[in-house]
């Protein structure tokens, strides 16, 4: 494959299927997860809520500020709770999510270690910046959890960080394409559309797993020297 297809393929590679809702909330933890940030977040604007009602009958000039800030802290997490279940939908987040290659790194009694290789770039970037990445998760249907196996997924960004800051993407995670469907034929043909040479790389530096995970930020950039030729023109 020549340089230029392969960073055309970064670029467009995105992978379409129809998603198994009643899969998805059982398994995916994405899912989970965005349905307690909104349970917190309406939980959240109903206290400030009160609390700025309480502010305002006490009727004090300090009390008046305060309810100033609470009221705006209500309306963020309300904005939050109303936001979550329209813009962060699985399905939506399967749609607009890069293909990335992620391996099993271990599994323990605790859960499953995933490696990945993501580009952390944002678009206005002027070049890709390859990562590793590690998740752990607690349920991995349709794979067998030793080490080394091959486990397709997409890249989600659930922090809302403005773009104009920096060239790279803050916080970025996985999510498997096996929390999304049942359909083993499904997860085959997203891993037969990421190329050799990344799954290659995650194999072989699978003993990195455990440095990336003791990182706050659960990454660990790659010099690009030490990237193979198909990947340093890349951009996804």
């Known amino acids: ?27 995916n933890e994405v899912g989970a997860y965005l349905r307690r940030l909104r349970a917190l977040a309406i939980a959240a604007a109903i206290v400030l809520g009160v609390g700025t009602g309480f502010l305002i009958w006490l009727n004090h000039p300090w009390s008046y500020l305060l309810a100033v800030a609470f009221a705006l802290g209500a309306a963020t997490a309300l904005f939050v709770g109303l936001w979550t279940p329209h813009r962060a939908r699985v399905d939506k987040l399967y749609t607009t999510g890069t293909l990335v290659p992620t391996v099993v790194s271990e599994s323990t009694a605790r859960g499953t ?62 999510m498997p394409i096996a929390w999304g469907t049942r359909d083993l034929n499904v997860i085959e043909r997203a891993r037969t559309a990421i190329l050799d040479v990344e799954w290659q790389l995650l194999t072989d530096n699978l003993d990195l797993a455990a440095k990336v995970r003791r990182v706050d930020s659960k990454r660990l950039l790659i010099d690009p020297q030490q990237l193979p030729e198909e990947l340093r023109g890349a951009q996804g």
């Open 113 to 174: 270690t995933l490696l990945a290789l993501v580009n952390l770039a944002k678009p206005n970037a002027d070049g890709p910046r390859y990562a590793l990445v590690t998740r752990t998760v607690k349920s991995l249907p349709g794979h067998r959890p030793r080490a080394g196996e091959r486990v397709p997924a997409v890249t989600v960004r659930i922090d809302r960080a403005p773009a104009s800051v920096g060239e790279l993407w803050h916080s970025v995670t996985m």
């Open 1 to 27: 494959m020549s340089l230029q297809k392969a960073g055309e393929t970064q670029v467009r590679r995105r992978f379409e299927f129809a998603v198994d809702r009643e899969h998805a909330r059982a398994v």
